[in-house]
């Protein structure tokens, strides 16, 4: 059955340094997701993507994060400059549409 | 609450016995999903139930709908203890145009042997 990817499982950065956390999306679907996830607290949406353009962004996706899709598989979140409190999980989701939301099973980001 | 709210945050249940979450939400909603999760790990997407269903089955799952009350339940019947996992809700809204999730804060059920 096909599912979403995500790499690395792990990633451990010092604050200030940049990381890009990669997903390859369910290969028919069309809308794309990064939600986060900080220890202990709710899921929380940061931006979705359709069409090769962000269709929405919450107030945490501000200007230290952006999203790429370079090319027919991949979907990346980039953090410019990691904060402390940008540790957490971060999952990649991606649907066909007004569909479930499948997602794949996270990187974990500390930031030290 | 929050959109999205769930309740109770913590069940403790022998293995057979039902488990019977609920959620809450605040604002008109397209659909509602319930998402499990184990500890530390990735969102298994368990069912959907759009704003104009009522209940829902899948397996020894039950989602019910009542979109007067703004609310949905999840039951699962003869739980086992590999159902111990967090639980979530997590809706779309109307008028949304990236069908973002916003989710509820979970239950956290745990079946004992």
């Known amino acids: 059955e096909p599912e979403v990817t995500q790499t690395p499982s792990h990633q451990v950065t010092q604050m200030g340094q940049e990381v890009i956390l990669r997903c390859v999306p369910i290969?028919?679907?069309?809308?794309f997701y990064w939600y986060r996830q900080i220890l202990g607290q709710k899921v929380e949406f940061l931006v979705s993507?359709?069409?090769?353009?962000?269709?929405?962004k919450s107030e945490i996706f501000d200007d230290q994060f952006s999203v790429e899709r370079p090319d027919g598989s991949n979907f990346t979140l980039k953090i410019r400059s990691t904060k402390l409190e940008d540790s957490a999980m971060y999952f990649c989701?991606?649907?066909?549409?007004?569909?479930?939301?499948?997602f794949g099973p996270g990187t974990r980001l500390t930031v030290l | 609450s929050q959109q999205g709210e769930e309740d109770p945050q913590a069940l403790s249940i022998q293995e057979g016995e039902n488990a019977t979450m609920n959620c809450s939400y605040k604002?008109?909603?397209?659909?509602l999903q319930w998402y499990r999760q184990n500890s530390g790990r990735g969102l298994v997407h368990l069912i959907l139930?759009?704003?104009?269903?009522r209940e829902k089955h899948s397996g020894r799952l039950r989602v019910t709908l009542d979109t007067s009350k703004k609310s949905s339940s999840l039951l699962i019947t003869a739980s086992r203890a590999a159902d111990t996992a967090s639980y979530f809700c997590?809706?779309?809204?109307?008028?949304?145009?990236?069908?973002?999730?916003?989710f509820g804060g979970g239950t956290r059920l745990m079946v004992k042997p």
């Open positions: 993507f359709y069409n090769n353009e962000i269709s929405e």
């Open positions: 989701a991606s649907t066909t549409g007004r569909g479930p939301q499948y």
């Open positions: 290969s028919n679907h069309l809308y």
């Open positions: 139930i759009r704003s104009n269903e």
């Open positions: 997590a809706t779309t809204m109307n008028n949304n145009a990236g069908n973002m999730l916003t």
């Open positions: 604002t008109s909603i397209n659909n």
